[in-house]
């Protein structure tokens, strides 16, 4: 008897348990030569913002032990574009999508959910307020109680759709429940967690940050251990509340561990660089680990590790 | 074309002066074309470097084989050093835009710095089987880093060597030699693959000489595949309009006349979407 992988955050049903994680997939489009993209569960995709941008200079990445430091700076095309480009692909070979959002302020964030909101093949909203690589600091909403529900509640103001927002928490907070609890009060579906962490790598030839951007973001399995502990706390406090888990994922037993602990489904990020078939494995992987557990569903282990 | 991820058994890995020639088994790869790379998993399952190394393809034998040269300089290629005749490695092949072959029976230089002369000896067999003229230029900084020499003088018209320290050939640079060949022989293609500092001075020695230049660019990548947008450089695009183009899948190789190469590693004020005053 085969598991039964398929799991819901919200009122979005998926019919597998692995996801992209934003800024590690594109718009899903690249994939599609390793996999069919539709039998994911989504394809989560990079944060777009209003207007087109260049992102950061390069050097935009250091490799790290397990992991590595981005300094991207949120390059995209602006939502016109996604729209034209890359939703309407999604749609048209029926990918389940949840879209990342990204603003330079809070009306941003509340204009691109205006948009969102009216255009079919939107199968969730992911809301960036915890994207460390933008000039500002200030700007991560994330780190904020107020501003990270200011950002939501906007949203939610003009989210006229059924589709589930996520919020997509910084674990680079000294209370990250604080936060979960601020956004579930503004009206948030479910929680995205973790973002990157802030790093920085120094050339000691050239006796400078290697980045261009200085700072960037670090993921990969180096930071799996934060991931897991973050979304164990916010599960603790609002277990009710859908979490997508990502921060390192590298295997089907990488992805338990974040089901245990209790994520509803995982996104596959920096792991997809190296490789970009890890999306299909780890949910064939997963399956496995749970088989060989004795569990008939990934449902019924979701937050399990708060019962032992 | 379509890339494919595969697992491939090791044949042979041998010594070539001061680089190593991997050979690898890859019978599901058939389509590879001058200036297609490949991305290789390094450090095992379980390791710790998780990005892949981004290498030319040497050569490829349709169906059967892929050939590469690397010189370890890293922990990943410490590591793909370390692999021996019968070891497994995941390589994605062919990835990026190969380089573009004339039309015309046209005179063509090949210049390439280092092991920057690994995909030469295929591009100088293509532009043969064109009608082309065939003028090499090979450089390194000493004699054990040059790459290729012979090989590239079987399927060529003729080659010249020049090396930083005189140990080889003419002391001096590329550039010091390529103007000469392209009046010489009438040249009115240059093909190049090396470090970005050689590229930029033989796209503009090129371009001074009446000449077009195409460019395979080395910039860090993370993934190889178009999705991580780490490998960006600014291209002038046909519409005038500068971008940061992602060198993997946009690339590796640019017409000379469009890298900004006095940009790179920075994002120009004019570039679209570039940051503007007051936020983007």
Same mark, same amino acid.
């Given at each position: 008897?085969?598991?039964?992988?398929?799991?819901?955050?919200?009122?979005?049903?998926?019919?597998?348990?692995?996801?992209?994680?934003?800024?590690?997939?594109?718009?899903?489009?690249?994939?599609?030569?390793?996999?069919?993209?539709?039998?994911?569960?989504?394809?989560?995709?990079?944060?777009?913002?209003?207007?087109?941008?260049?992102?950061?200079?390069?050097?935009?990445?250091?490799?790290?032990?397990?992991?590595?430091?981005?300094?991207?700076?949120?390059?995209?095309?602006?939502?016109?574009?996604?729209?034209?480009?890359?939703?309407?692909?999604?749609?048209?070979?029926?990918?389940?999508?949840?879209?990342?959002?990204?603003?330079?302020?809070?009306?941003?964030?509340?204009?691109?959910?205006?948009?969102?909101?009216?255009?079919? /093949?939107?199968?969730? =909203? %992911?809301?960036?307020?915890?994207?460390?690589?933008?000039? &500002?600091? !200030?700007? @991560?909403?994330?780190?904020?109680?107020?501003?990270?529900?200011?950002?939501?509640?906007?949203?939610?103001?003009?989210?006229?759709?059924?589709?589930?927002?996520?919020?997509?928490?910084?674990?680079?907070?000294?209370?990250?429940?604080?936060?979960?609890?601020?956004?579930?009060?503004?009206?948030?579906?479910?929680?995205?967690?973790?973002?990157?962490?802030?790093?920085?790598?120094?050339?000691?030839?050239?006796?400078?940050?290697?980045?261009?951007?200085?700072?960037?973001?670090?993921?990969?399995?180096?930071?799996?251990?934060?991931?897991?502990?973050?979304?164990?706390?916010?599960?603790?406090?609002?277990?009710?509340?859908?979490?997508?888990?990502?921060?390192?994922?590298?295997? /089907?037993?990488?992805? =338990? %561990?974040?089901?245990?602990?209790?994520?509803?489904?995982? &996104?596959? !990020?920096? @792991?997809?660089?190296?490789?970009?078939?890890?999306?299909?494995?780890?949910?064939?992987?997963?399956?496995?680990?749970?088989?060989?557990?004795?569990?008939?569903?990934?449902?019924?282990?979701?937050?399990?590790?708060?019962?032992? | 074309?379509?890339?494919?991820?595969?697992?491939?058994?090791?044949?042979?890995?041998?010594?070539?002066?001061?680089?190593?020639?991997?050979?690898?088994?890859?019978?599901?790869?058939?389509?590879?074309?001058?200036?297609?790379?490949?991305?290789?998993?390094?450090?095992?399952?379980?390791?710790?470097?998780?990005?892949?190394?981004?290498?030319?393809?040497?050569?490829?034998?349709?169906?059967?084989?892929?050939?590469?040269?690397?010189?370890?300089?890293?922990?990943?290629?410490?590591?793909?050093?370390?692999?021996?005749?019968?070891?497994?490695?995941?390589?994605?092949?062919?990835?990026?835009?190969?380089?573009?072959?004339?039309?015309?029976?046209?005179?063509?230089?090949?210049?390439?710095?280092?092991?920057?002369?690994?995909?030469?000896?295929?591009?100088?067999?293509?532009?043969?089987?064109?009608?082309?003229?065939?003028?090499?230029?090979?450089?390194?900084?000493?004699?054990?880093?040059?790459?290729?020499?012979?090989?590239?003088?079987?399927?060529?018209?003729?080659?010249?060597?020049?090396?930083?320290?005189?140990?080889?050939?003419?002391?001096?640079?590329?550039?010091?030699?390529?103007?000469?060949?392209?009046?010489?022989?009438?040249?009115?293609?240059?093909?190049?693959?090396?470090?970005?500092?050689?590229?930029?001075?033989?796209?503009?020695?090129?371009?001074?000489?009446?000449?077009?230049?195409?460019?395979?660019?080395?910039?860090?990548?993370?993934?190889?595949?178009?999705?991580?947008?780490?490998?960006?450089?600014?291209?002038?695009?046909?519409?005038?309009?500068?971008?940061?183009?992602?060198?993997?899948?946009?690339?590796?190789?640019?017409?000379?006349?469009?890298?900004?190469?006095?940009?790179?590693?920075?994002?120009?004020?004019?570039?679209?979407?570039?940051?503007?005053?007051?936020?983007?």
């Amino acid at each position: 008897m085969s598991v039964d992988l398929t799991t819901s955050l919200g009122s979005l049903e998926l019919s597998a348990p692995t996801l992209t994680a934003s800024g590690c997939a594109a718009a899903g489009r690249e994939l599609a030569q390793f996999g069919d993209v539709s039998s994911l569960g989504a394809v989560v995709t990079k944060s777009i913002m209003m207007e087109p941008r260049s992102g950061r200079a390069t050097p935009r990445m250091a490799e790290t032990p397990s992991g590595m430091l981005n300094s991207i700076g949120l390059q995209g095309p602006g939502i016109e574009a996604f729209l034209e480009k890359d939703l309407s692909w999604l749609t048209e070979n029926n990918v389940t999508t949840i879209v990342s959002i990204a603003g330079n302020n809070v009306d941003e964030f509340g204009e691109l959910a205006r948009i969102l909101a009216k255009v079919p /093949g939107v199968a969730g =909203l %992911e809301v960036n307020i915890s994207c460390p690589n933008v000039e &500002s600091r !200030g700007q @991560v909403f994330a780190c904020n109680p107020v501003s990270a529900a200011q950002v939501i509640e906007t949203v939610r103001s003009v989210w006229h759709s059924d589709a589930p927002i996520l919020a997509k928490l910084s674990p680079d907070v000294t209370d990250i429940v604080e936060i979960a609890h601020s956004v579930v009060e503004a009206g948030v579906h479910g929680v995205s967690m973790i973002n990157t962490l802030l790093g920085m790598v120094i050339d000691v030839d050239k006796m400078k940050p290697m980045l261009g951007g200085r700072t960037g973001g670090l993921s990969g399995p180096a930071i799996r251990p934060v991931a897991v502990r973050a979304i164990y706390q916010v599960h603790a406090a609002l277990p009710s509340l859908p979490i997508l888990g990502m921060g390192g994922i590298r295997n /089907g037993h990488d992805a =338990l %561990e974040f089901i245990a602990a209790g994520a509803s489904a995982v &996104s596959i !990020g920096t @792991v997809v660089f190296g490789d970009p078939g890890a999306p299909w494995r780890i949910a064939t992987e997963l399956g496995k680990e749970l088989e060989a557990r004795g569990y008939d569903s990934l449902r019924e282990v979701i937050g399990l590790a708060h019962h032992n | 074309m379509s890339a494919k991820q595969i697992n491939c058994t090791i044949k042979s890995m041998t010594p070539v002066g001061g680089y190593l020639h991997m050979i690898v088994d890859a019978p599901e790869v058939s389509e590879v074309q001058p200036g297609h790379f490949a991305a290789l998993a390094v450090g095992g399952p379980n390791g710790a470097t998780l990005l892949r190394r981004a290498f030319s393809i040497h050569k490829s034998t349709p169906g059967e084989t892929l050939e590469f040269i690397f010189a370890p300089h890293g922990p990943g290629t410490q590591w793909l050093a370390n692999q021996r005749a019968g070891d497994v490695i995941d390589i994605i092949a062919p990835l990026g835009k190969p380089f573009i072959l004339p039309k015309q029976p046209i005179a063509c230089v090949i210049v390439a710095g280092g092991y920057g002369a690994a995909p030469m000896e295929l591009l100088a067999r293509e532009l043969r089987a064109h009608n082309c003229r065939v003028d090499v230029v090979l450089g390194a900084g000493t004699q054990e880093k040059l790459f290729g020499v012979l090989d590239l003088k079987s399927v060529s018209d003729s080659l010249v060597v020049t090396t930083d320290d005189g140990t080889s050939g003419v002391r001096g640079r590329v550039t010091d030699v390529l103007a000469g060949v392209i009046t010489k022989n009438n040249s009115q293609a240059v093909y190049a693959c090396g470090p970005m500092p050689m590229l930029q001075a033989v796209a503009e020695v090129a371009q001074a000489n009446g000449a077009f230049s195409q460019c395979a660019v080395e910039e860090s990548m993370a993934c190889g595949i178009g999705v991580c947008m780490t490998c960006v450089l600014p291209i002038i695009g046909d519409d005038g309009v500068t971008r940061m183009a992602r060198s993997c899948v946009d690339g590796p190789v640019f017409r000379g006349d469009r890298v900004r190469w006095d940009d790179v590693d920075t994002v120009p004020s004019d570039a679209f979407g570039a940051p503007r005053p007051g936020g983007h």
